[in-house]
């Protein structure tokens, strides 16, 4: 077994991406949401009308997630993570409805936006580790006519993801360049999460 299991280990997260992450790494674990308002978390973040570096913004949210869940949690070790997506400066949400999907593709189209993931861990209340990461993300100029076809194909996960795509499924052939981890993109930095789990004796080294 790769993993020590009398270390318990909980994502603050209901995200179905996240968690699948973590599974297919083989890590044993339990998910609790934190109930937490995002949007007003972000707020206290904004100066005059202009919002923090959104860096920072996706370091908050998984932080207060963390500790949110951590406080009542002991010794557990408890995942947050958060995504943030930027276009000149702007931070977009997951899309409400597929006409905000559709205006925000025109908007992404041709364009490079930027995807800012970051993740902490959590223990006894309070953070004790953190990391953060960023792709970009380069959409090619594609067409009205493959746009109303990707958003049929794609349906309602579209309203699921903050840039109304999913990479690991149609959501690819909205792009002609990335840079950037993988697992970032996915919205949970991995690789240097299982470092700091192996630092901690938490999984073998």
Known sequence: MLQNSKINIILASNSSGRAALLQGAGISFSKKAADLD????????????VCADPVDVAQVLARAKAE??????????????????????KIFEKPATMDIARHNLLKFRGRTHYLHAAVCVAKNGEMIWQHG????????????????DY????????KTSVGAY????????LFEKIEGSYFTILGLPLIPLLGFFREQGIVVS
């Open 166 to 173: 999913r990479l690991e499924e149609t959501g690819i052939h």
């Open 151 to 158: 958003l049929v194909e794609a349906g309602e996960s579209v």
């Open 133 to 148: 990461e960023t792709a970009s993300m380069t959409m090619r100029d594609f067409s009205t006519d493959f746009l109303a």
């Open 68 to 89: 949110y869940i951590s406080q009542g949690e002991g010794d557990a070790y408890v995942i947050g993570a958060d995504q943030v997506l930027a276009l000149d400066g």
């Open 38 to 49: 995002e949007r007003a978390i972000e707020q206290t973040l904004t100066i005059d009308g």
